[in-house]
């Protein structure tokens, strides 16, 4: 028996899914690195809008800025190519010196997310259906771009543009890693429990899928060291 | 149009207007190459006008391909028209780049640009989506800059008071939006003051080298095109697009996890490591890697101290003999800055080096040379240099016959000097054909060569270049190659369709450079690179996968992938011997097109140094060890101390153009090889100007007339 199975079988006996073990522990590391009085609010807003099952992290260290995983998102997304369609952003400058020359800036499915709390109809919403990912209802959405706005990251996660599918009506998207892609590669799609694009098709494994929630506070639980022994081996740094 | 945004852009400079082509018109070239060359014969009617000619056409086209996710297919930009590099004429060239520029290109809405005409003054293109601008230099100061500086201030100038990094809108606040920076392409003090070796340069060093392109926009007043795109390429089917580039990721690309190999990335299973060739290795401080859009693996990498950014291949070997690595660094950056062409600048250095060393720099026709050589090797030495070459003067702000006779490249001094033939003749001068630098040994490969000979520049298409590396570098370090000879020429001829099979188009030995096997590998080689690599614009340090350690009985995917990509992006059913023989079409039309401007077979030839002379240093590695049949036994031999016998090549040539079905006596197109290919209106038009051959088979001569 693998690790992994033998891990599952242990969940199944105890009545508690590792998954869940996961989130609650995560949940618990996400508060104790913030103050008393935020403690309670964090847990609150954690508890009142369930955290994803899943989150990305990026090591913008090991990045080789081929926007590759913007060109898979918007392909599994949207079933054309294009950056500005891509829910994950890459932005770089030739010109800049190593590390500042790159970063990526992909959606951090918040804990506390500000998109889905802004949001006017309830077309963001963290979905059961899919992990409690931070999802945008199309069907919804009116476009107004309160989700937009809201976001406290930059740029926004959300990404507001036309859609041909209503008519060339303003729609919002946003990361939902992978859940509602029509052109998913894969039978088993994406979504928490699946394969996300930009993840897969990362060349140089600087995208990753996580199932604990990363600390909320500053962009070090978001942007990890994710190089190795070879990495080095390849003449890049590894710390 | 799945895989076309179907339109191409037209830029008339003289008159300032925009308009459009329907890339319909031109599909059946499929992109690239083809549709460059085919809206240049339509456009340019007196195809003997100089490069500098405002009647000259520039065509800087992408694929269907651009701006997706098949690896090493996404990014480059294919540039043509007639170029002022090569001599006695200035063939109709071509030069590619990478980047950004050709996927911004396909999200703004354009599968090209056309450029014609002269601006009265110095102006930029500003295109945001639909929306294209003929914006005048002045208000930003742009003319005068270097190709960085200007590239900067245009990004500032487009997102006016918005922030890179944050949603902007380029095109207006109904208009899409991005993060990104415009992608822009632009020239620098050379191009302006129309150094023939002046070249277009985007990001840091993605640049369009050969062929003086730089120049020819320096001509027509064109300093920048810039473009930021917000909309997107159709897919005919994502799914099958994003599962074949997960295919080829998995069975045929590097592995972290369990690496095979470590050096430069020079194929398609290579890991993402710089082919940063500076005399003192890589430098050893923090960086990382860098690729085009869409390629699984960077060949280039951006430094803590950003010096050399991006800087790769020639960009990295010029100044070889720089004091230090972080003066070469600086070097990379200064011809970058510049807009300079990186290997026409590493031969010319070393040209006036010999001669400085030789005691002849002073002696003749040779004005007074500002350079002092006590200072060879420094920092100082080469930005004097670079910048006697791109404003034709001292270096120092200062008139110098010597600085503007080098700025109008090296051969071309030499003939004022007096000195062509014999500094040719000697191999001092390393321009062994057309005026252009030499880059792989042509009597050891002698395909690149032949190519180079039969064409309009220095080919640059390292497709078996490889094999020489492989079993070069293992001979020095006294290991076995990773293939023995016959395997390896077993799976590369397997895919060479429609000669599939024919092994001895890999044999490198003396009895068969001259044979009829080698007209094929060179025909092939044509077809091939024309198409597939110029034209579909897969990238020359990615494709072909011809062998591939990663893969069952290590063949590649070469011959499956491409059309598999082909289908997926576009829907067509398009198979890898269409593409050849399309090639085939294109290499064709770019023959007439020479034909027209006065090629004939008798200028078809080396200079004598390379029939005469074994190699005087080496232009690529010491010795060239490729595959041979030696006494009937298949290995690698070392075949760079040879000559090229200069009756046997010249049977060769009449061999070649046989297979090609052109007049032997004079290399002209006839009218039955291009109706063939559907190219008829091409024959009309080389009749027209007595240009049409004759049929092999109908000539009465067997023997080439001299």
Redesign the interface.
Known sequence: MNESSNQADQSDRSGISRRHFVKVTGTIVLVAGTGCADRYADLAAAYGIPPSDGYLLVDT????????CM??C???H????????SRI?I?Q???????D???I?QCRQCVDPACVKECPTDALKANPKYGNVRMVETEKCIGCGAC?DACPY???RP????DKNYQGQTKSRKCDLCANTP???DKAGGGPDGKQ?CV??C???AIKFTEEIPRQKGDDGYKVDLR?R??G?????TR | MNGYAGKILKLDLTGRKVSTIPTSKYEQWMGGHGMGSAIFFDLVKDKTIDGFHPGNVITMMTSPLS???VPGA?ARTEVQGIGVQSYPIGWFTRSNFGG?FS?ML??AGWDGVVVSGKADKPVWIDIRDDQVRIRDCAPLSLWGKET?DC??TIWQHVVGDGK????NSPAGEEG??????PAVVAIGPAGENQSRLACLIH???NAAGQGGFGAVWGAKNLKAISVIG??????ND??????A??WQ?KNY?FD??H?KE?GPSFRFQS???PVALWTKG?P?I?????????????CRA?????LG??ASCFASVFYHEAKTLDIQRSASDLINRHGLNAVEMTFGIVYLRILQQSGQLKTGKIPDCPLDFREYGSKEFVEQFVKMIAYGNDGKGNESQFGKDISGGFVRAAEKWGRRKQDLDSGILAFPYWGIPVHKEPRAQVYWGYGTLLGDRDINEHDFDWIKHDASSAKSLGREPSLPAQEVVKIITDKMVPFQGDLEMLDFSENNIYSEHMAKMVSWHRYYTRFWKQSMLFCDTRWPDFVNIHAPGKIGTTGVAEPKYIKAVTGKDFSFLDGVNLGRKIWNLDHAIWTLQGRHRDMVHFVDNIYEKRPLFPADVPNAYMPGKENGKWDYYGYSQRTIDRDKFDEFKTRFYRLQDWDTATGYPTRAALEALGLGYVADELEAQGKLGVRATEAKQSSPRK
């Open positions: 260290k090991k990045c080789q800025g081929c926007a590759s060109l898979a918007s392909l599994v949207e079933g054309v190519e294009s950056q500005s369609l952003q932005i400058n030739s010109f800049e010196s190593f590390p020359d790159l970063t800036e937009y930059t740029p926004s990404v507001l543009a036309a052109y998913h590669w694009a897969e098709v060349p140089v494994g190795d070879n990495w081996r390849l003449g890049y740094p | 701006g997706t996710l996404s950004r996927p396909k999200f960085w590239q900067e890179y990094g944050d949603w899409g939006k991005t993060t990104q920076r990001d840091a060093s917000t909309g997107h390429v159709e897919v994502p799914r099958a697009l994003m599962a580039r997960l990721k690309a972290l996890a690496l470590s890991p993402p490591v890589r050893k923090d960086q990382r890697p860098q690729a085009c859009m869409g390629c699984h693996s960077g951006r430094y803590k101290d950003k950014n991006e």
